[in-house]
Nanobody, 126 residues
Framework: QVQLVESGGGLVQAGGSLRLSCAAS????????MGWFRQAPGKEREFVAAISYSGGRTYYKDSVKGRFTISKDNAKNTVYLQMNSLKPEDTGVYYC???????????????????WGQGTQVTVSS
């Protein structure tokens, strides 16, 4: 069983920054690939970024490349999403997710992830 708890969301003006955190339970966090997803009102949940178990590989949705950075601290059992130059279209509930499969590939599909956090709201005003 893995528990994920997100924090760090809030209201920010366009152009601002936020840093999301996701704290994970379990002693094998260092073996999980992790992902961040988001869901805007009335829209489906979408992939944002993923990171390999070691933190050495990352993958981003095209629209956030160069603005968002995913990182992983295995000593703290925490994954982060640093979001800069935020835009109103970044608004949504942000979820972290854990992929326990051990696969090498970083997945974009939500159904490839095994555990999810409860989400944290990010609102970007124009």
């Amino acid at each position: 069983q893995v528990q994920l708890v997100e924090s760090g969301g809030g209201l920010v003006q366009a152009g601002g920054s936020l840093r999301l955190s996701c704290a994970a339970s379990g002693r094998t966090f260092s073996r999980y690939n992790m992902g961040w997803f988001r869901q805007a009102p009335g829209k489906e949940r979408e992939f944002v970024a993923a990171i390999s178990y070691s933190g050495g590989r990352t993958y981003y949705k095209d629209s956030v490349k160069g603005r968002f950075t995913i990182s992983k601290d295995n000593a703290k059992n925490t994954v982060y999403l640093q979001m800069n130059s935020l835009k109103p279209e970044d608004t949504g509930v942000y979820y972290c997710a854990a992929d326990l499969s051990g696969r090498y590939r970083l997945e974009q599909a939500s159904n490839e992830y095994d555990y999810w956090g409860q989400g944290t709201q990010v609102t970007v005003s124009s």
